[in-house]
């Protein structure tokens, strides 16, 4: 897949095809649910990066990056963040806010599906919050993403909606704690934190029940023998 990335302010997106993550949901207007103009860039989730904020600032992803609310915050710590999500306006909002902060020299952007999306660089910090596709080919291509783009010792926060305690959503759509630490163990990382929680409604109104995943890529173990 072809994709364009850019600083923030000033760039325009070029080609953009939207993979399978996108075919998912074929009648879905994600682009309906962004203004494009910033005014939608929410706070951030403190519970999400607090893991990155224990690290030395380094490079960041947030993969489905929605209207930039995590990517800016990481950005104002210094860090130099990849925003990556497959609606158009969610992008143009985050570049709008990311203008707005002084930001744009630390965000690049793309718009992209996230199952077809492939990192150019390695990542210390990699965030995928409540941004996966349904259950399916989509999602296991989106965690290998997750994965493939972390550096060794790099750390993944991934936060879902807890298919075993929301009370909504299509079978499919929703994630369990299980679910999401065989797969990521599988794709080589350590696990390092997995719980359910409550989330505050404040951070994310649509429901409180929340699986969040803290994984690590380790570092190569092997030594040289002689």
Known sequence: MTH???HACGTQDGNHTHGP?????????????YTGDGSDTAAPDPMLLAPAYGLLPGRA??????????????????WRVT???????????????????????????????SATWQ?????????????????????TATLAVLATALAPGGILALGEWDEEA????????????????????GLGLDVVRAERQVVPRIQHPSEDHAVIVIARKPHDTLETTG
């Open 21 to 33: 993550g996108a075919a998912s949901y074929p009648d879905f207007e994600w682009d309906a649910l």
């Open 119 to 139: 990192p150019e660089t390695a990542y210390d910090f990699a965030l995928s919050s409540y941004a996966l596709p349904p259950r399916g080919p989509a999602r």
């Open 83 to 113: 925003g990556v999500d497959l609606a158009p306006r969610a992008i143009a909002s985050t570049r709008a806010s990311a203008c707005a902060r002084g930001l744009d020299d630390r965000i690049e952007l793309a718009v992209a599906d």
């Open 4 to 6: 364009t990335t850019g």
């Open 61 to 78: 992803l947030d993969l489905g990056c929605g209207a930039g609310g995590n990517a800016l915050a990481l950005a104002e710590r210094g």
């Open 166 to 185: 929301c009370d909504w959503g299509k079978p499919g759509d929703l994630a369990t704690l299980a679910e999401l630490t065989e797969a990521l163990t």
